[in-house]
């Protein structure tokens, strides 16, 4: 019964419209009023004490970072670096988009953010050269998602947070399944784009590839920079989001020289107000949290969840196929505040390790963002390529199996999350 209450509250106030986040808060007074134990009081205090974490300080400096990254010429350069050395190659500016969505997921951690910022500077290119268009904006917006999957991801703080993991393995974690997601987007545009009839752009000279990279060295080094001061403990996650801060700042202003000051502030207001989005929902998500908790919803769930509890392996291909489908019809943000506090208990009495399911959560939420109708890279790179959503899923379809491919690949073979994170720790 205590489920019901829990699901029918929260899609109910969805489907009245309310926003997420008081979504989840009247879902937890609905838990209150089934308890019978009603308390503003502890309403307020909850929600006070969800915003109050160390950790979350990373979100509002890596979200700062990523605007800094756009507006000093970081990306582009990026996507120049790439052009120089792989965009004469037969297919090659759809190698150009793979390789700048790896590096820049390095970079920002936003999905939307990257795949429009590569779309905006590709998909002309694509369109004039001959590229099946529908095709190159589902190559993109497939590249988009490596973003939340590859440290620094705000998905995985948020993750971390609310599952009480930590987030310096989380991030360590998640490069090799992000790399194995842009290598499966790499041999799948091979395969799909070998019979085009398109134009390659000619070949650059070596000095002229000298000069890209140059050029892009500082671009380039902010992802090493990033994850290797994570990984030497010169760093922690949060100090990381401020280091990506000052060195986005510094080579946007003093030496790119794009970025005005009379610019930062506005870019600092939308940070500020993303930033305040995403933590008030996650002040109410840990607020439905404590009461899920409480109302013993994880222990009824694991009692539905216990015919598969038998096998690890089994267990986590019935949970990725839920969440699978959960995310069809949510978006990011609510299935990972919804589920994970309602599947971790379960994660942890089946002996699976909480920061490969953490990776694999946040690869499949990930994966949701380009399932439609709700997802909002795929209305993004509509309005990037002005193209239809139709025209985009037939283009896109090749690349979702490929991401779904390997996913149910790290489900079969945990390892390849594990033990690389053995090597990078």
Known sequence: MTVAVFTFSLLGAMALGMPIAFALLVCGAALMVFQGQVDTTILSQKLLEGADSFPLLAIPFFMLAGEL????????????????????????????????????????????????????????????????????????????????????????????????????????????????????????????????????????????????????????????????????????????GVAACVYAFAVGVFIYRELPLRQCYGLLVSAAKSTAVVVFLIAAALVSAWLITTSEVPQQVAAMLKPFMFNRIVLMFVIMLLVVIVGTALDFAPTLMILTPVLMPVVREAGIDPVYFGVMFIMNNAIGLITPPVGIVLNVMCGVSKISMGELMKGLWPFLWAELFVLLLLVLFPALVTVPLKWLS
Not at 94 to 115: E, P, Y
Not at 120 to 147: C, H
Not at 201 to 229: E, F
Request: cysteine-free; glycine content about 14%.
């Open 69 to 240: 990254m756009n507006a000093g010429g970081i990306s582009k350069r990026i996507v120049n670096f790439a052009l120089a050395w792989v965009g004469h190659l037969r297919g090659g500016l759809g190698l150009v988009a793979i390789f700048a969505s790896v590096l820049m997921a390095a970079i920002s951690g936003s999905a939307a953010a990257d795949a429009a910022a590569i779309g905006a500077m590709l998909i002309p290119m694509m369109r004039r050269a001959g590229y099946n268009v529908p095709r190159s904006a589902g190559l993109i917006a497939a590249g988009g998602v490596i973003a939340p999957v590859i440290p620094p991801s705000i998905g995985l703080i948020v993750f971390g947070v609310i599952a009480n993991v930590s987030i310096g393995k989380l991030f360590l974690a998640g490069i090799f399944p992000g790399l194995l997601m842009g290598l499966s987007l790499l041999l799948t545009w091979q395969w799909v784009a070998r019979r085009d009839n398109v134009s390659v752009l000619p070949r650059q000279t070596m000095a002229a590839r000298t000069r890209a990279g140059i050029d892009g060295i500082w671009a380039l080094l902010m992802p090493l920079g990033i994850i290797g001061g994570m990984k030497f403990g010169i760093f922690t996650p949060t100090e990381a």
